[in-house]
């Protein structure tokens, strides 16, 4: 009788476990799908290019710096 009060605390706490589990991964779940991806809205940036002529216009003001042979 003493192995079977063992038995059912240990079922009854991984069933525990297992409950808080499954409705952790519902809740991720709903989160996931009901979010919206603001990444999304990057991806279409054009403007690239402008930031790449700022860039290239403060290293042509600059001379090379000499080589050393």
Do not use: R, T
Request: glycine content about 4%.
């Amino acid at each position: 009788m003493e192995e079977n009060k063992c038995c059912n605390k240990v079922y009854g706490i991984l069933a525990i476990i297992g409950a808080i589990v499954f409705i952790a991964a519902i809740a991720y779940a709903v989160v996931k799908f009901c979010m919206p991806d603001y990444l999304e809205d990057f991806d279409d940036f054009e403007d690239d290019e402008d930031f790449d002529d700022e860039e290239a216009g403060e290293d042509a003001d600059e001379a090379p710096a000499p080589v050393e042979e």
